[in-house]
């Protein structure tokens, strides 16, 4: 028997219209990749790599550095595209090792990735210098990174090029952008959504909110709505399905719990489809300022309620002043032991690098290789309630320090 239990709290942003106004109005906008003034909207991140990597016209066989940290989304866009992805090491606080990428540079290195883990911005003022002397291309890698500033650079200001994952920090079901603050990338050309698109990306934003009880008076008639659209759509299919496998009674056990096969949702033939409307109104129109103080506060929240844990460490003990986190690390003593029953118990586990490329030679990073294994993320995003905040706080203190069982899912009416 396999199981997959539902999430009792969202795992990233979730719509409700008061986040569009915000709650810290007075309050200066972070620095963010909402200012370039070369942008180009796509359906996700993963398509804007593919999009800069086509447009400085990436030839066959031409290499990409990229962090032997890593997820498929990465490096499926370089494949696609014509490039070979070389792998070179990050250190323990995720920064770029800028001697082991040196060792990699060829006659044939022609573009240079760096990601902002996390959130937690890389200093690349030196991996920029580098990139220069060697005439390469160096796309910021914004992903975990909407927001932020360091070495007093803005986010996304030192890459000839910046990609971002616009549905990781709004409430969005889709959506991520291409920019850039060095070259003007009006010879991008990208084709409009089609209509049932746009409308899904509405619907799902829409259903999402409302499974957490986001809607206010609207969320019982849309609950309705959405279980009537899920009847159909079963139905429809079971027409053609093979029957189910046989029900048992036996009430499901942490150890049922079988992980998703990875998919980064990377599609070629979609790089060159612009992002709905639906995200880019949803992403010009929210607060930054109120999404960079809540994300902060729940980090600083999740940092003090773990830091005496036994069996684990945050992977960053301190939050730097300008850095607008995307999730909170975790690095686990013991992963197996912990990750089946933090799901079970309906706490959104989120492993970035779960999966890296079979294609990288084994031994080739052995702290990205570690951390692929050990650090879980967990939700820090600006939606969260503190009702919600305090239940995930409560399951991993009675998982790690093993207090007794977990406490039952939190009530998605509560305030």
Known sequence: MTFTPPEHIPKQPVFELSALAGSSEGSPSPPSLRDAPYQRPVNRGSLAIALALRHIGLSARREVLVP??????????????????????IRADTTVDLEDMARRL???????????????LQPLKAVRAWCDAHDLVLIEDCAHAFFGETEGCPVGTQGDYAIGSNWKFFPL?????????????????????????????????????SRYGRLGSFN???????????AVVQG???????????????????????PAPFHSGFDPDRTTVSGSRWARWVTEKSALSFIAEKRR??????????????GCRPLFPH????????V??????????????????????????????????????????????????????????????????????ATLAGTGSPPPPPDQRAP
């Not at 019982?220 to 899920?230: E, N, V, Y």
């Not at 079971?238 to 036996?250: H, I, L």
């Not at 890296?356 to 993320?377: A, H, N, V």
Request: one cysteine or more; aromatic letters at 12%.
């Open 319 to 326: 939050l730097p002043a300008g850095i607008v986190p995307h």
């Open 68 to 89: 032997a940290y890593h997820c498929g989304a990465m490096i499926e866009p370089i494949l696609a595209e014509g490039g070979l992805p070389v792998f070179y090491r």
């Open 173 to 209: 079901n889709e959506g991520g952008c291409l920019v850039s603050f060095r070259h003007p990338l009006n010879t991008i050309e990208t084709r409009a959504p089609s209509l049932s698109e746009e409308l899904k990306a509405v619907v799902n934003t829409l259903e999402y909110a």
């Open 328 to 397: 909170f690390p975790l690095v686990m003593d013991q992963p197996m032991a912990v990750f089946g029953k933090l799901k079970f118990a309906g706490v959104p586990v989120i492993r970035f690098g779960e999966f890296l490329w079979d294609g990288m030679d084994k031994g080739t990073c052995p702290i990205s290789e570690d951390y692929s294994r050990r650090i879980f993320q967990f939700p820090c995003h600006q939606s969260l309630k503190k009702h919600e905040l305090d239940w995930m706080i409560q399951v991993l203190s």
């Open 236 to 258: 429809l299919r079971s027409g053609s399905s093979a029957p189910s496998p046989e029900r048992t009674e036996d009430p499901p056990r942490p150890e049922d719990f079988v």
């Open 297 to 310: 506060e729940n980090y600083q929240t999740l940092l003090e309620a773990t830091l005496p844990l036994p």
């Open 106 to 120: 060829t006659p044939a290195t022609r573009v240079v990735l760096v990601p902002h883990f996390f959130g937690f």
């Open 220 to 230: 019982p008639w849309l609950k309705k709505a959405f279980r009537f659209k899920d």
